[in-house]
Each structure stands twice: as structure tokens, then as C-alpha cells.
Nanobody, 120 residues
Framework: QVQLVESGGGLVQPGGSLRLSCAVS????????LGWYRQAPGKQREVVAT???????SYADSVKGRFTISRDNAKNTVYLQMDSLKPEDTAVYYC??????????????WGQGTQVTVSS
């Protein structure tokens, strides 16, 4: 079992910044991919950014140039630095870890989510 705990959400004005953190209960050595996803009211959950165990990063077009995903292997924590925030970034943000489970294969573990609200 893998636990993920997000933190760092809150209310911020347009143009502001937030940094989300996701603490993972397992060493990153056993994790294939870490990612941040978001879900706005009435919309489907969408990928925001991912980072592989090789350090390859990918971003949704809507956040490129504004958001940065990073990780600290020593702390088993993945971060999402969000700059130049827009009202349309308002959503619940979730952290996900893709982990190999013996007998199951690649398995997705999710955190409980943290609310980000961008409003003046």
C-alpha cells in the first residue's frame, strides 16, 4: 500500500503563485511515474504534469510555461510550482503515483486532493 498526502492548496489572486507538495510513503525507486492531476466542478479529471523515474517531464498545454513539476528523492516528495495562476486553474489537485504491484502490474495510487482557488 502507498499513501500520498497533498498539501499547499489555498486561495490566491490571479497572477499569484502556489506550491503544492505530495508526500509519498514509499521510496521513489519503486515508482515509475509521479503526476499531478486536477478536477474542476462539472469537469473530468485531467492531467496537469508528470515526471518519470528517469526525470522526464510533461505538461498539459494549458499550464506550459507557468507550472513546474519537481521531486525530492531524499524526501519522497513531489512538488508542483504554479505561477501566473488564472481563474481557470481553480480545481481540486490530486497527486498520483504509478507503482509496480506483484501479481497486479502497474497500479495507480491517488492522494485525497487539495483545493486550489484562484479568485480576486
Amino acid at each position: 500500500q502507498v499513501q500520498l498526502v497533498e498539501s499547499g492548496g489555498g486561495l490566491v489572486q490571479p497572477g499569484g503563485s502556489l506550491r503544492l507538495s505530495c508526500a509519498v510513503s514509499r521510496s521513489f525507486l519503486s515508482i515509475n511515474t509521479l503526476g499531478w492531476y486536477r478536477q474542476a466542478p462539472g469537469k473530468q479529471r485531467e492531467v496537469v504534469a508528470t515526471i518519470t523515474n528517469g526525470g522526464n517531464r510533461s505538461y498539459a498545454d494549458s499550464v506550459k510555461g507557468r507550472f513546474t513539476i519537481s521531486r525530492d528523492n531524499a524526501k519522497n516528495t513531489v512538488y508542483l510550482q504554479m505561477d501566473s495562476l488564472k481563474p481557470e486553474d481553480t480545481a481540486v489537485y490530486y497527486c498520483k503515483a504509478v507503482v509496480w504491484r506483484i501479481g497486479v502490474g502497474w497500479y495507480d495510487y491517488w492522494g485525497q486532493g487539495t483545493q486550489v482557488t484562484v479568485s480576486s
